[in-house]
């Protein structure tokens, strides 16, 4: 029926663009952060890992721009309450565990849980961007989206190296 397949692309308009704010918020939060935990880091690899992520997060609030100029919208975020509380742990742990060897191993769980929500929330885009025909926003998101796993196999990596450091000095 044509009048109830327009009222849920209606539905779906919004819930996007709501979801869009979500992350750009988030977005910006994370580019705030990650300054600081690369100074908190204690490894160099970590500390290059969350600078280059910072690089990285700068074109992520851009392509977002883009994609709001989709849709023919402003860039304007809305608070998100889950990375708000994601990056207050990460602040938590940098207080907790300055000078511990545990430290890095909780900043890398701190900045993989950032990426895993980053990682739900463009998969979730990117799939109703297509739903909703904005083909240049699917790829715009495609692209952020590939950053953020692959920077959370990167930490992956560090993640190994940081745990056995902490093991060692236990
Ligand atoms: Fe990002
Ligand atoms: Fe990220």
């Known amino acids: 029926m ?8 209606k539905g779906l308009n ?24 690369a100074k908190a880091a204690q490894s160099d690899d970590l500390k290059a890992a969350f600078e280059k992520h910072r690089d990285q997060t700068e074109e992520h609030v851009a392509r977002l721009e883009e994609v709001f100029d989709v849709i023919d919208k402003k860039p304007v975020g809305k608070t998100c309450a889950a990375i708000v509380g994601i990056t207050e742990e990460g602040a938590e742990i940098m207080e907790e565990y300055k000078g511990s060897p545990s430290l890095d191993a909780g900043l890398l769980a701190a900045a993989q849980a950032v990426e895993h929500y980053e990682i ?25 989206l590939g950053e953020e796993k692959e920077t959370d196999a990167a930490l992956t990596e560090l993640a190994e190296s940081a745990v056995n450091v902490a093991a060692e000095a236990a």
């Open 120 to 144: 739900s929330r463009y998969g979730t885009l990117r799939t109703w961007a297509s739903e909703l025909g904005l083909t240049e926003a699917v790829n715009l998101l495609d692209k952020t």
């Open 14 to 37: 919004e819930l996007f663009h709501d979801t869009l704010k979500d992350i750009y918020f988030a977005e910006k939060k994370i580019l705030a952060t990650l300054p600081k935990m």
């Open 2 to 9: 044509a009048t109830t397949k327009s009222a849920s692309k």
